[in-house]
């Protein structure tokens, strides 16, 4: 299947990957600074946005298969790749496969969760999804109001009374009506861990970006990804929680450009 996407900017391209739930939209915060220096691939993946659910296999490996062949088909193979959160993960597990993606900035990514830490994540955002699917009739008035958004992203923000009301509504609305969703949560919580790859086996630059007050993938996991990816150069993000292109997002625009210069 092919993946809905856009393209902005001129310049080296760069891959954008939207995390669980999310869509293209989800980078509305960083898209104008990045396409003044980068021609930007935007993608909508499988059960998201306006790509449709895909007709086998809903998991994060089959999400991966699918960037690859979108990649290949597309003639893009090699192109540089930011990811956030489940996206972030999809960038680190094309690094690892070798040949797919360029330098890499991963932020704040899944799939190194262990023991209690699976159920955690599973059942908060479980229940954070039920309630977003439950309220969308009312969602315009929450997401316009500074106490009830704030209540509604404080498991993803580290300051959510900042954000714009458009993005928290798009981002409610992309949740509640991504149809992968469910599959895609029971996979990421109860399938297997990301895996890395030996010291010495990655070809280009690989960053990963992690906010200091993340709620979702706790700061312990930040560890992890670096002892699986040894290679990569792990950056701390102050007042920043799960969305680092949401709470910091001309931080976030540096370290990209930095990184996959």
Request: aromatic share 8%; glycine share 8%; with cysteine.
């Amino acid at each position: 299947m092919d993946l809905h996407y856009i393209r902005k900017g001129t310049g080296k391209p760069l891959l954008l990957l939207h995390g669980l739930g999310g869509s293209w939209q989800s980078w509305t915060p960083l898209l104008t600074a990045l396409a003044a220096e980068r021609e930007l691939i935007v993608v909508d993946l499988p059960g998201h946005g306006t790509t449709p659910l895909p007709s086998g296999d809903v998991s994060f490996s089959a999400l991966a298969d699918a960037v690859a062949a979108f990649l290949a088909s597309h003639r893009l193979l090699g192109i540089d790749a930011v990811g956030s959160s489940m996206g972030a993960r999809l960038v680190l597990e094309l690094a690892r496969r070798g040949g797919i993606v360029g330098a890499v900035v991963s932020l704040d990514p899944g799939g190194f969760w262990q023991g209690w830490e699976r159920t955690f994540f599973a059942t908060t955002i479980g229940l954070s999804i039920r309630l977003v699917r439950a309220l969308q009739p009312v969602m315009p008035v929450l997401a316009a109001n500074t106490l009830t958004r704030s209540l509604l992203l404080a498991q993803f923000s580290a300051h959510p009374w900042r954000l714009p009301s458009s993005i928290v509504l798009q981002e409610m609305r992309d949740y509640a009506l991504a149809p992968s969703f469910d599959a895609l949560l029971h996979d990421l919580a109860h399938g297997a861990a990301q895996a890395g790859v030996p010291a010495g086996a990655l070809r280009h630059p690989m960053l990963i970006v992690w906010g200091r007050q993340d709620r979702v993938c706790l700061r312990r996991q930040a560890a992890r990804a670096v002892a699986r990816f040894p290679d990569a150069r792990l950056h701390w993000l102050d007042d920043c929680g799960h969305f680092p292109h949401w709470d910091q997002p001309a931080a976030t625009v540096r370290l990209i450009l930095e990184a996959t210069r």
